[in-house]
């Protein structure tokens, strides 16, 4: 049974999330599926992981929607020698007080960007793990609660880099979706050098959104309706990449939670109040492909998980269902 919708809360949504994207897309000339995806893992209640080469606007498209909403950012620079109570904070003795205090670390903030996260120690990387799933921080057997919206955007060099370290499994699984920036096309390339070239836009960004009002939309996504039918195909997607004697290691169950959570905020953002299997499909590989890990096999071939992902996509069925809510679409 659908969940009632408000439609105009709906078209409120898409209204907002309009003007953050046109506030994001003054900085990030020539990518709109990028800023498009990025705001999807904000409505999803997710993380974001940036993957690519420096120089091509990682932390400029994380700083970007930091600053594009009202709520309080903090920016972690990892580094080799960064400690795990840089990140979550650390308990402190007064002397005045003559008792220990708590001084809260950066993550204690609605969007917190790790800027080079794979850089860091594995020890300092893992420091993120409960404020990614919990969204709570536990210093000296006390646990803190965390602000919502709570959001990490971490970027990251490729792990063929010298001075990175790889991201633990259970760090990548946290990652709602993984994206690459790649190259701006000339155009896009050209209008950086005009409009970068005097002054950055990051400068003359201000605010187009409050914390109240991404919390309203959070909730609407919630609201979305995702029929039996489009459930079973998410589970379908993610129990295929199991099965797969290209991969050694599939999704998790978490995966196929993010991955409806996300084709939420894909319909949302679309303006439907209903998941097709189109939106799936869509973010089948953003949102999966960087939790799986190669077999041997497929290494030798050079068959990355992008490439296995997409093949699945192509051959698990697609559902059919009638009805204007929750059918199941037209599928590839």
């Given at each position: ?12 949504l898409?209204t ?5 994207r046109?506030?994001?897309e ?96 594995p020890?300092?990387?893992?420091a ?25 955007i ?14 633990p ?123 799986l ?17 997409a ?22």
């Amino acid at each position: 049974m659908a969940v009632s919708h408000d439609v105009g809360q709906l078209e409120d949504l898409v209204t907002t999330a309009h003007r953050i994207r046109q506030a994001i897309e003054s900085v990030i000339e020539g990518k709109p599926d990028v800023v498009r995806l990025t705001l999807i893992v904000l409505l999803a209640e997710g993380h974001l992981l940036i993957e690519d080469v420096p120089g091509v606007g990682k932390t400029m498209l994380a700083k970007a929607l930091a600053r594009s909403i009202d709520c309080p950012v903090r920016r972690v620079q990892f580094t080799p020698d960064l400690l795990p109570s840089d990140i979550t904070g650390v308990s402190a003795y007064n002397q005045q007080t003559r008792e220990f205090e708590f001084k809260p670390g950066p993550v204690f903030a609605n969007i917190v960007v790790g800027d080079e996260i794979n850089r860091a120690s594995p020890k300092t990387q893992s420091a993120l793990l409960e404020c990614m799933e919990e969204r709570q921080v536990t210093v000296d057997g006390v646990t803190y609660k965390l602000a919502a919206p709570f959001m990490v955007i971490a970027t990251q060099n490729p792990i063929e880099m010298e001075g990175t370290y790889p991201l633990p499994e259970a760090q990548r699984d946290r990652f709602t979706a993984r994206i690459a920036m790649g190259y701006p096309e000339p155009s896009a390339e050209l209008e950086m050098l005009d409009v970068h070239g005097a002054v950055s836009p990051l400068d003359k960004l201000e605010p187009v959104a409050t914390t109240a009002e991404i919390k309203a939309l959070i909730e609407a996504v919630r609201s979305v309706y995702v029929s039996n039918a489009i459930k079973r195909y998410a589970i379908d997607l993610v129990t295929a990449t199991r099965q797969t004697p290209e991969l050694r290691l599939g999704a998790s169950p978490r995966a196929t939670l993010q991955l409806v959570r996300a084709a939420r905020a894909n319909a949302a953002l679309s303006d439907r109040d209903y998941v097709i299997p189109d939106d799936l499909q869509e973010l089948a590989i953003p949102v999966l492909a960087h939790r799986l890990l190669p077999s041997i096999e497929a290494q030798g071939q050079r068959r990355h998980p992008e490439q296995v992902v997409a093949d699945l996509v192509r051959r698990v069925p697609v559902p059919e269902a009638p009805g204007s809510r929750g059918r199941a679409g037209s599928g590839r």
